[in-house]
């Protein structure tokens, strides 16, 4: 397997465990495969040479860094985020809280531009460096897609990434800002004493979810934080670096590939004297889309394991659960219900 240097964490329960990096300059066959081979082991990979511009990542940050930098009542209005805006420590409608503040917008062009006039002393600066980082984030997140696609052997190389090019997208842009928790005394260091310590010491920055959407790209400054969750309930650390994307498998791409893939749950802890500043882009469905197992991914040893939803239907049921809640349960295939 041609995975660049497989990042090696010890935690208290002493697992070894090499989370995928893959290089997107490889030939295609090869990464159709590596990406196949890390979105069915842990639902989540990071990317390097994946094309996206230093500039354009940068114009973000310092995009980001500024709006958070403001004096509270300037940032408030920017809010509330329901669903878009500015929101601090409330997530979701439903009494989540963390210990950040960020900024949630929709991914949408004009919408971008319109929500830029209460963020920005610079609207139109906001608003360029925003849509061209969607832009490219996008493209990265497409391309991925289809080289699954093309992994998974689907008839329709395009059938994931055509739901993210449309023009009813539903996708949306999240910078998550996490304030340094006061009585740290460094940042990340994996060495298992100051590990330990630091476990002890951190607090929620954004607790444990799944994402909804179908494909999560995020990048953070050099402040860790990030965990996942693999299949035994472990919790990985997830290093930080600029450099790089970590890429998420989302509910709807699980139901997509009929639990092929599975999401990916993750957290956020603040946990260093350094603020985290994390940027991500969740690639969503238009709300009319339909979602339901491909065909192709169905057999009488796998049948159908999701009944057929909208995107509208499953952001609704999203929203009406917890952070954490298990939201995809809702819409499976009871086993005695299961047909081909
Ligand atoms: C508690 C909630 C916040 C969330 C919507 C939800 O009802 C459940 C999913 C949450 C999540 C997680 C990933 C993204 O950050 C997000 C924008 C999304 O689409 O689903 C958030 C939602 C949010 O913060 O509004
Ligand atoms: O900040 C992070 O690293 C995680 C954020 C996250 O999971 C989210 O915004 O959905
Ligand atoms: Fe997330």
């Given at each position: 397997?041609?995975?660049?240097?497989?990042?090696?964490?010890?935690?208290?329960?002493?697992?070894?465990?090499?989370?995928?990096?893959?290089?997107?300059?490889?030939?295609?066959?090869?990464?159709?495969?590596?990406?196949?081979?890390?979105?069915?082991?842990?639902?989540?990979?990071?990317?390097?040479?994946?094309?996206?511009?230093?500039?354009?990542?940068?114009?973000?940050?310092?995009?980001?860094?500024?709006?958070?930098?403001?004096?509270?009542?300037?940032?408030?209005?920017?809010?509330?985020?329901?669903?878009?805006?500015?929101?601090?420590?409330?997530?979701?409608?439903?009494?989540?809280?963390?210990?950040?503040?960020?900024?949630?917008?929709?991914?949408?062009?004009?919408?971008?531009?319109?929500?830029?006039?209460?963020?920005?002393?610079?609207?139109?600066?906001?608003?360029?460096?925003?849509?061209?980082?969607?832009?490219?984030?996008?493209?990265?997140?497409?391309?991925?897609?289809?080289?699954?696609?093309?992994?998974?052997?689907?008839?329709?190389?395009?059938?994931?990434?055509?739901?993210?090019?449309?023009?009813?997208?539903?996708?949306?842009?999240?910078?998550?800002?996490?304030?340094?928790?006061?009585?740290m005394i460094s940042d990340w260091d994996p060495s298992p004493k100051l590990?330990?310590?630091?476990?002890?010491?951190?607090?929620?920055?954004?607790?444990?979810?799944?994402?909804?959407?179908?494909?999560?790209?995020?990048?953070?400054?050099?402040?860790?934080?990030?965990?996942?969750?693999?299949?035994?309930?472990?919790?990985?650390?997830?290093?930080?670096?600029?450099?790089?994307?970590?890429?998420?498998?989302?509910?709807?791409?699980?139901?997509?590939?009929?639990?092929?893939?599975?999401?990916?749950?993750h957290r956020a802890l603040s946990n260093s004297v350094k603020p985290r500043?994390?940027?991500?882009?969740?690639?969503?469905?238009?709300?009319?889309?339909?979602?339901?197992?491909?065909?192709?991914?169905?057999?009488?040893?796998?049948?159908?394991?999701?009944?057929?939803?909208?995107?509208?239907?499953?952001?609704?049921?999203?929203?009406?659960?917890?952070?954490?809640?298990?939201?995809?349960?809702?819409?499976?295939?009871?086993?005695?219900?299961?047909?081909?």
């Amino acid at each position: 397997m041609v995975v660049s240097s497989p990042t090696t964490i010890r935690t208290k329960k002493t697992k070894a465990v090499g989370i995928p990096t893959i290089d997107l300059s490889l030939n295609r066959s090869m990464l159709s495969e590596l990406l196949v081979k890390a979105c069915e082991e842990f639902g989540f990979f990071k990317v390097v040479n994946h094309g996206v511009s230093k500039e354009v990542i940068e114009r973000m940050e310092e995009e980001g860094a500024e709006f958070f930098a403001k004096a509270a009542e300037e940032k408030q209005r920017a809010g509330p985020a329901r669903p878009f805006g500015y929101g601090c420590k409330n997530i979701g409608p439903n009494g989540d809280m963390g210990e950040l503040e960020y900024l949630l917008l929709h991914t949408n062009t004009h919408s971008i531009s319109e929500r830029s006039t209460s963020i920005s002393n610079d609207p139109t600066k906001f608003s360029c460096a925003a849509n061209n980082y969607v832009q490219a984030v996008r493209e990265l997140a497409c391309e991925i897609l289809d080289l699954v696609a093309e992994g998974l052997w689907v008839h329709d190389k395009c059938v994931f990434s055509r739901l993210l090019r449309d023009v009813h997208s539903d996708s949306v842009l999240r910078l998550n800002h996490y304030p340094p928790v006061s009585d740290m005394i460094s940042d990340w260091d994996p060495s298992p004493k100051l590990f330990q310590h630091q476990c002890k010491n951190s607090r929620v920055g954004f607790g444990e979810h799944s994402d909804p959407q179908i494909l999560t790209i995020l990048r953070s400054n050099d402040v860790g934080g990030l965990q996942i969750a693999l299949h035994d309930g472990l919790w990985v650390p997830v290093p930080p670096d600029p450099s790089e994307f970590c890429v998420f498998v989302g509910d709807a791409l699980q139901a997509l590939t009929n639990g092929r893939f599975e999401s990916v749950r993750h957290r956020a802890l603040s946990n260093s004297v350094k603020p985290r500043m994390s940027m991500a882009y969740f690639g969503a469905p238009p709300l009319n889309a339909w979602i339901s197992p491909l065909p192709e991914l169905i057999s009488s040893q796998k049948p159908s394991g999701y009944k057929p939803f909208t995107w509208d239907e499953y952001k609704k049921a999203a929203y009406s659960l917890r952070l954490g809640d298990s939201r995809l349960d809702l819409f499976m295939v009871r086993t005695a219900d299961k047909t081909q």
